[in-house]
Nanobody, 115 residues
Framework: VQLVESGGGLVQPGKSLRLSCGVS????????MAWYRQAPGNERELVAT???????TYLDSVRGRFTISRDNARNMVYLAMNNLKPEDTAVYYC??????????WGQGIQVTVSS
């Protein structure tokens, strides 16, 4: 199973970005998916999850601003980020738990929120 993130970059506070994660290999549409992030000097933290039945969870600090979604037909997972804040600056990672195959991570993508 391979995961590839895209869509990061530099954005001003209050603006929006959408991250994408392409999934290949395995039965991707059956797996729960998640976005994590890691800021310099901090531990990696769970940002959002989406199950195979589209059930979602969010980190408290992003709830109401971020939306996780998935397109099983295209093997894609998205993280729409609105009203971005400087504290959202981090490397964002896509992750899946592929059953007996174990956990797989993307390479990470930088999101920088700065004026």
């Amino acid at each position: 199973v391979q995961l590839v993130e895209s869509g990061g970059g530099l954005v001003q506070p209050g603006k929006s970005l959408r991250l994408s994660c392409g999934v290949s290999g395995g039965s991707a549409n059956k797996y729960p998916m998640a976005w994590y992030r890691q800021a310099p000097g901090n531990e990696r933290e769970l940002v959002a999850t989406i199950g195979s039945r589209y059930n979602t969870t969010y980190l408290d600090s992003v709830r109401g601003r971020f939306t996780i979604s998935r397109d099983n037909a295209r093997n894609m997972v998205y993280l729409a980020m609105n009203n971005l804040k400087p504290e959202d600056t981090a490397v964002y990672y896509c992750k899946t738990h592929a059953g007996d195959l174990g956990d797989f991570w993307g390479q990470g993508i930088q999101v920088t929120v700065s004026s």
